[in-house]
């Protein structure tokens, strides 16, 4: 058994203390939570009321709330933000990659309540009197696009809209670095076998680019489920589980961010909220799981 030196040492002593910081976290979160997760169970889960008064917890209307949003939160962000790479990586000129790029790393150093001010006092007004209507009128007949608060703005569709400005950075940055970092003899074949440049990149580089590109979508991901200040300001905050996207709605966050002032002090309340806490916590582990499972069967080599 060879012997480790000293970087070598101090890299491992760094993985360990991360690993340690991780388990910490969840550990105490998990132990705050236990007495409100052992008194409801499952119906923590599954239950719609959530009332301090009478000591009942259920966060389906909040878990709801953070599960649609996020959806159409990626559902706007990832061909946008999957659309920007390609073009910066493959066909941007290198003045316009230069002005584009840290244009888009920009939004990164924004802090979340300047986009919550942004969405609460600019795009409200638009969004409920201009866009929501537009929407209504050519796509109401489907219940997920009807409107519920005609003239309000606040709701899915604009919390999703920031939320898409915030985690496009993410998306952008890390799979145009992912399709960068393919081979240029990948490309160089693709197009001696007398294939387009679109045929290539979208046969040959985004295959293999793969693994990057699904670690941006699922950094984005996580930090849409897991944004508070920007949320909390534009979704509504309405405890009813959404009925289309121009709905209001509450998630689990904004949750936390409300009640977690008022009712610190007092040990059921606070147990429920970090029971709120630890759902995310298992949440993001699952979407993270779940995605790289689903890419591991399309056959692509997420590590």
């Known amino acids: 058994?060879?012997?480790?030196?000293?970087?070598?040492?101090?890299?491992?002593?760094?993985?360990?203390?991360?690993?340690?910081?991780v388990l910490l976290i969840f550990g105490f979160i998990a132990w705050t939570a236990a007495p409100v997760l052992g008194?409801?169970?499952?119906?923590?889960?599954?239950?719609?009321v959530w009332n301090y008064q009478t000591g009942q917890y259920g966060i389906l209307i909040f878990l709801a709330g953070t599960l649609i949003l996020t959806a159409v939160t990626m559902i706007l962000a990832v061909p946008i933000g999957v659309m920007t790479a390609i073009y910066l990586a493959e066909w941007a000129p290198a003045p316009v990659e230069r002005i584009l790029r840290p244009a888009v790393e920009l939004l990164v150093g924004i802090?979340?309540?300047?986009?919550?001010?942004?969405?609460?006092?600019?795009?409200?007004?638009?969004?409920?009197?201009?866009?929501?209507p537009t929407i209504s009128s050519a796509l109401g007949w489907i219940p997920l696009f009807s409107i519920t608060n005609p003239g309000q703005g606040l709701g899915i569709l604009?919390?999703?809209?920031?939320?898409?400005?915030?985690?496009?950075?993410?998306i952008v940055a890390l799979s145009q670095e992912a399709i960068r970092s393919v081979p240029k003899e990948y490309r160089e074949a693709?197009?001696?076998?007398?294939?387009?440049?679109?045929?290539?990149?979208?046969?040959?580089?985004?295959?293999?680019?793969?693994?990057?590109?699904?670690?941006s979508v699922v950094l984005a991901?996580?930090?849409?489920?897991?944004?508070?200040?920007?949320?909390?300001?534009?979704?509504?905050?309405?405890?009813?589980?959404?009925?289309s996207?121009?709905?209001?709605?509450?998630?689990?966050?904004?949750?936390?961010?409300n009640d977690i002032g008022y009712y610190m002090i007092e040990p059921e309340p606070r147990s429920a909220l970090f029971a709120i806490a630890l759902v995310l916590f298992v949440l993001e582990i699952g979407m993270v799981a779940g995605v790289r499972m689903i890419i591991a069967r399309l056959g692509g080599n997420v590590k």
Request: hydrophobic residues 50%; glycine residues 10%; proline residues 5%.
């Open 1 to 21: 058994m060879r012997s480790r030196d000293g970087p070598e040492i101090a890299f491992l002593g760094s993985a360990v203390v991360l690993a340690l910081v």
């Open 39 to 48: 008194k409801e169970g499952f119906g923590f889960i599954t239950g719609t």
């Open 111 to 132: 802090p979340s309540v300047v986009y919550g001010i942004f969405g609460f006092f600019v795009l409200d007004a638009y969004f409920g009197n201009n866009l929501y």
């Open 158 to 170: 604009l919390a999703a809209a920031i939320l898409t400005i915030m985690v496009l950075p993410t």
């Open 190 to 215: 693709s197009l001696a076998l007398g294939a387009t440049s679109w045929e290539t990149v979208r046969h040959v580089v985004l295959p293999a680019a793969l693994s990057g590109i699904v670690t």
């Open 221 to 243: 991901m996580m930090r849409a489920v897991g944004e508070t200040m920007a949320v909390v300001m534009v979704i509504g905050n309405s405890p009813h589980i959404p009925s």
């Open 245 to 257: 996207i121009l709905d209001t709605g509450y998630t689990m966050t904004s949750k936390i961010l």
